[in-house]
T-cell receptor
Framework: QVTLRESGPALVKPTQTLTLTCTFS??????????VSWVRQPPGKALEWLAL?????????TTSLKTRLTISKDTSKNQVVLTMTNLDPVDTATYYC??????FGSGIFLMDVWGQGTTVTVSS | DIQMTQSPSTLSASVGDRVTITCRAS??????LAWYQQKPGKAPKLLIY???SLESGVPSRFSGSGSGTEFTLTISSLQPDDFATYYC?????????FGQGTKVEIK
């Protein structure tokens, strides 16, 4: 059974750095074709894809936040960490991590299993 | 970046209705489109990938079509469990992008 769980602070002050951890089980990030993505959703708004890290350590980021985001993995701990610098109240959102994998080895990568999300509020 | 535009933003329908949601991409994405269903307070759930392939376990009343820049999600006979928000997402190129969502409400 594949599970993912996001963890991190519920409240962060403006200008601070946010560190979120995705702890997963049921798959390995050392397996070819396996990745983890981060997606966020501000209250009442749409989903926004943030970043992806692949089994081979390739990394991809959303354009608007590229300078503020860093994604990394610890394969031995089955964890992926997302850091976001210089937080602003507009970064208030629920943050999800999702297993992302190559369906059928076809080069089609899909977010097929998601964590429950962690809510982060940015406020002084 | 590729922009994804969904219509309508909100849709009111009754149980048993046939429902269609449209998603347009700002440039061709071939068939690299997924549809997700999200219920309040829950994580999104993958319904369809490659524009028309049904994810395992998803009821057959859901179907998808399209290629290039225009795509549709159809629910053939709306069920009480289907009232939710639906998002399209392109995975043709990074950065991946979502549509703004379509909320399917009870009429």
């Amino acid at each position: 059974q594949v599970t993912l769980r996001e963890s991190g602070p519920a409240l962060v002050k403006p200008t601070q750095t946010l560190t979120l951890t995705c702890t997963f089980s049921g798959f390995s990030l050392s397996t070819s074709g396996m990745c983890v993505s981060w997606v966020r959703q501000p209250p009442g708004k749409a989903l926004e894809w943030l970043a992806l890290i692949a089994w081979d350590d390739d990394k991809y980021y959303t354009t608007s936040l590229k300078t503020r985001l860093t994604i990394s993995k610890d394969t031995s701990k089955n964890q992926v960490v997302l850091t976001m610098t210089n937080l602003d109240p507009v970064d208030t959102a629920t943050y999800y991590c999702a297993r992302t994998r190559d369906y059928f080895g076809s080069g089609i990568f899909l977010m097929d299993v998601w964590g429950q999300g962690t809510t982060v509020t940015v406020s002084s | 970046d590729i922009q994804m535009t969904q219509s309508p933003s909100t849709l009111s329908a009754s149980v048993g209705d046939r429902v269609t949601i449209t998603c347009r991409a700002s440039q061709s994405i071939s068939s690299r489109l997924a549809w997700y269903q999200q219920k309040p307070g829950k994580a999104p759930k993958l319904l369809i990938y490659q524009a028309s392939s049904l994810e395992s376990g998803v009821p057959s009343r859901f179907s998808g079509s399209g290629s290039g820049t225009e795509f549709t999600l159809t629910i053939s006979s709306l069920q009480p469990d289907d009232f939710a928000t639906y998002y399209c997402q392109q995975y043709n190129s990074y950065p991946w992008t979502f549509g703004q969502g379509t909320k399917v409400e009870i009429k």
